[in-house]
């Protein structure tokens, strides 16, 4: 995942401050010295690592006090706030003409996804406004990016203006805006050729796009794998063609974290968009807030926090735990809580956002089995009243029953039981503050 290391070194730093009823200034500079490296090691540009620790410094010796914190979390909340601004604060969002349609042009070099990532806006587009795009495909030069273009306009039922022979773009922009507006398409997304790095033709040639598009936006996508060299490029760009925004694609390899980091503080433009993957829905709004969170390790707190505001109810929460402390917590407040849960989304995304899962190289591989789940629930649902109150009902002949009623094997039915007693056993300890036998937990 992106931005491991920079994470893990990052959060051995202020490790070494938590905990301490009072900081020093050579504890800040200890700290400061370690933050500097990680963030050069992650190739974030020197200018902006150098602003950024002065930053700091200033900021924790003059240490705004603030009761609910201890200092050393009082420091890593200003590393979280400066790392939030150095991204650029807010998410951006696009760009809306006055009339449709909207036009974004897409720029970038060969092989930054720049292709992938038309079809990728085109379908979120789709899904979170229930547009209508129109896709242009300007890339003359590459056969194989029109044909590209055409494949993910038909997946989608999006689309596509092509001109066969065709070599003069500005032209085929022209035709296919005029096309687009016959049909009333609220967003046009031109596909622009790309080349392996910034040559003048090639500026020539978008300048040329733009002055015939006038484009609403204009999107730089960059490969977030090149890392530094990612923000010279930029700058090449909006030189330029004075570009809205950025995409940074390919967070989900194995990259430094440099180019997210560096992009907004050189350029002054907004990442809008992060790639995250191959397939038409890996693209996510860029929220500079929660990626800094998610770097420090604190997970995606405020995703999951504003998921569990919308779906979870407190009350019932409070119950439960009242339940766990009584131990009288049975299969009936067990299936409430699954679904309570299942409610907020895949629980492996989930998972991802609570501080000590996200970044745990331990837990690189972990995923919940969402069959495993089912099976759950159809074993519960295969009890009678009764024995969903009381657990100890259970024997042979009934959890033979049960496997019968539910089509989960009787080994799976057992398994299933001993961990909820098990669990329910756990949980009564720990609510009534006895941690001693939590590593016992299965799971844990
Ligand atoms: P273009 O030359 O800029 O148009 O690039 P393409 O759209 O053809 O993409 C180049 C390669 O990068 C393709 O193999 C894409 O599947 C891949 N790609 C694009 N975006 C992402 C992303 O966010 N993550 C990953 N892992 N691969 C991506």
Redesign the pocket.
Known sequence: MAFENLSERLQKALRNLTGKGKISEEDINAASREIRLALLEADVNFKVVKDFIKTIKKRALGAEVQESLTPGQQVIKIVDEELTKMMGETAVPLNKAPHVPTIIMMV??????????VGKLANRLMKTENARPFLIAG?VYRPA?ID?LKQIGDQLKVPVYTEPGEKNVPKIVEDGLAEAKKHHNDYVII?TA?RLEIDEPLMKELEEVKAVAHPDNILL?VDAMTGQAATGVAKGFDDRLDVTGVIL?????DTRGGAALSIRAVTGKPILFT????KLT?LDVFHPDRMASRILGMGDMLSLIEKAQQDYDAKEAEKVAEKMRANTFDFNDFIDQLEQVQKMGPLDEIMKMIPGFANNPQLKNFSIDEKQIAHTKAIVYSMTPEERENENLLNPSRRRRIAAGSGVPIVEVNRMIKEFKTAKEMMSKVTKGNFKDLQNLPGM
């Open positions: 970038g070099l060969q092989g930054t996804g720049k292709t992938t990532t890339d990016a590209q596909d790309g996508v694609t390919k967070l989900d390899g790639g995250q993957g191959e890996d």
